[in-house]
């Protein structure tokens, strides 16, 4: 019977690669999965607007695995402040406030959020009657799943 | 089998309103002077006003969220309870109510689904009544 040995350094770095491939593939999951909750929510019927802020600032993006959201955060922050700069209609500002999210080191996730001062009220008056961040993330979350799944799946084939 | 959007919907108002699954809850209301007449779906809080004054709080208001699926299968329905208190009550009587309705529904709770509470949200004030509110989020998924 003939001899067989494992090297095990090169399973190691077998295992250190697959992880990287599905690490890319999360990504992409996630960067795919963030386009379509953002337009998901830019789309919503929820709530009509006044001054088109909310719509114009809604923003998706990916945090975690050295991405922090920042320049996704700051142009729809710009966004808002460009829709509300003139506008009477109401009272509401642009706002842009630290999501107040903290992940350990291997997690990733997508925030949904628009910059004004009334975001939360939207969320919350009469009984969520105008809500959208919430429904948007959720009716896309087990799509979101899959899109992971499916590219993790690319890039290990 | 599909889920069944209009009896899943009734059978989780129910639930709380009627059933013997949600009688704890009912109980508790009954405590703080409320009662199941408290237990209304969202949209009737609008049509109170100083005339026809809201329910006694704590209240517990329903609504629907969004449904996920294809044209031929439902798959998930998310569905929210909102509990409200008065403004000198705060949030206890509101926090103490939440484990009582989670308990009310088991995975089972309702026929060919599964039922998972998936958390509830911080204390905030609703801005159109100012009064404290938090709302519990349920996933009703078909069993397939």
Redesign the interface.
């Known amino acids: 019977m003939a001899d067989q040995t494992l090297d095990i350094k090169n399973v190691l770095a077998g295992i250190t690669r697959m992880m990287d491939r599905v690490s890319e593939g999360i990504d992409q999951g996630l960067n795919a999965g963030a386009t379509l909750i953002e337009a998901t929510d830019k789309e919503t019927e929820a709530y009509h607007g006044m001054s088109g802020a909310t719509r114009a600032s809604s923003t998706a993006y990916v945090i975690g695995n050295g991405k922090d959201g920042s320049s996704e955060a700051s142009a729809g922050y710009q966004a808002a402040v460009e829709a509300l700069t003139g506008f009477t209609g109401h009272e509401g500002q642009a706002l842009k406030t630290d999501s107040g999210i903290t992940l350990q080191s291997a997690e990733r996730g997508i925030i949904l959020t628009t910059f004004t001062d009334y975001a939360q009220d939207l969320e919350t008056a009469n009984a969520g009657e105008k809500a959208h961040l919430g429904p948007s993330l959720l009716s896309k979350a087990t799509v979101v799943t899959s899109f992971i799944a499916s590219f993790s799946k690319q890039k290990l084939s | 089998m599909a889920l069944d959007i209009v009896s899943a919907t009734t059978s989780f108002f129910n639930t709380l309103a009627t059933d013997s699954a949600g009688s704890a809850v009912r109980a508790q209301l009954v405590t703080y002077g409320s009662s199941a007449s408290s237990i209304v779906p ?2 009737f ?2 049509k109170y006003n100083n005339a026809s004054p809201m329910p006694v709080r704590p209240l517990i ?1 329903y ?1 629907g ?2 449904i ?1 699926g294809n044209s031929r299968t439902v ?2 329905m ?1 569905v ?1 309870w ?1 509990i ?1 208190d008065d403004e000198q009550s705060q949030y206890y009587r509101i926090n103490t109510l939440i484990p009582l309705i989670v308990a009310a529904y088991p995975e089972n709770a309702i026929p060919h689904a599964y039922i998972e509470y998936s958390g509830a ?1 911080q204390e ?6 100012q009064m404290p ?1 938090r ?1 519990l ?1 349920f996933v009703i998924k078909n069993r397939q």
């Open positions: 969202a949209d809080l609008k208001a609504r969220s969004v996920t798959n998930e998310f929210k909102f409200y949200s905030a004030p609703d801005p159109a009544y509110v709302s989020t």
